[in-house]
């Protein structure tokens, strides 16, 4: 599977049966499946989703916001409950081209993405173990109506 290092934003190949082996970066050695939220920047998020085949759930959140705040932990617990998902914060204030490109007009709001794709957002504050049976149910049925399409 294809994993984009969250700190240098090299695309790494890593073998299905070692991602439960903490696999790290080979440029840079930072860890690939660190099961807690990365920020990544506007200008590396397109390279990131892309090259990323793991499920990615985006939390777009800012400073001043102060249900971002409470989603904080929650997204945090949930990063340790659900290590098969990389789980990204973009801060929209910082990033105009993520938030235009997907039109964000609540923060916090949440994007679940695989292989690229965005197949589910929710807005607003939700708790941790409610965020994981969420993004996991869409990710199961998006598999399934992937192995019927193909
Ligand atoms: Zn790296």
Same mark, same amino acid.
Do not use: Y
């Given at each position: 599977m294809h994993l984009v290092?969250?700190?240098?934003?090299?695309?790494n190949r890593i073998?299905?049966?070692?991602?439960?082996? #903490? !696999?790290?970066?080979?440029k840079c050695g930072h860890a690939l499946m =660190? &099961?807690?939220?990365?920020?990544?920047?506007?200008?590396?998020l397109p390279k990131f989703l892309a090259n990323t085949e793991a499920p990615v759930l985006i939390d777009f959140w800012a400073e001043w916001?102060?249900?971002c705040r409470m989603m904080a932990p929650q997204f945090e617990a949930a990063?340790?409950? #659900? !290590?098969?998902?990389?789980?990204?914060?973009?801060?929209?204030? =910082? &990033?105009?081209?993520a938030s235009q490109r997907y039109g964000i007009r609540s923060i916090p709001t949440l994007?679940?993405?695989?292989?690229?794709?965005e197949i589910g957002r929710q807005?607003?504050?939700?708790?941790?173990?409610?965020?994981?049976?969420?993004?996991?149910?869409l990710l199961a049925s998006h598999e399934k109506?992937?192995?019927?399409n193909t």
């Open positions: 290092c969250p700190t240098c934003n090299a695309t073998p299905d049966e070692r991602l439960a082996d #903490a !696999p790290v970066c080979g =660190a &099961a807690e939220p990365v920020a990544i920047s506007d200008q590396a916001c102060g249900p990063a340790k409950q #659900a !290590p098969e998902i990389r789980f990204v914060k973009v801060d929209s204030d =910082a &990033a105009p081209g994007l679940l993405f695989q292989g690229g794709k807005s607003g504050v939700m708790p941790a173990a409610q965020l994981v049976g969420w993004a996991r149910s109506a992937g192995k019927i």
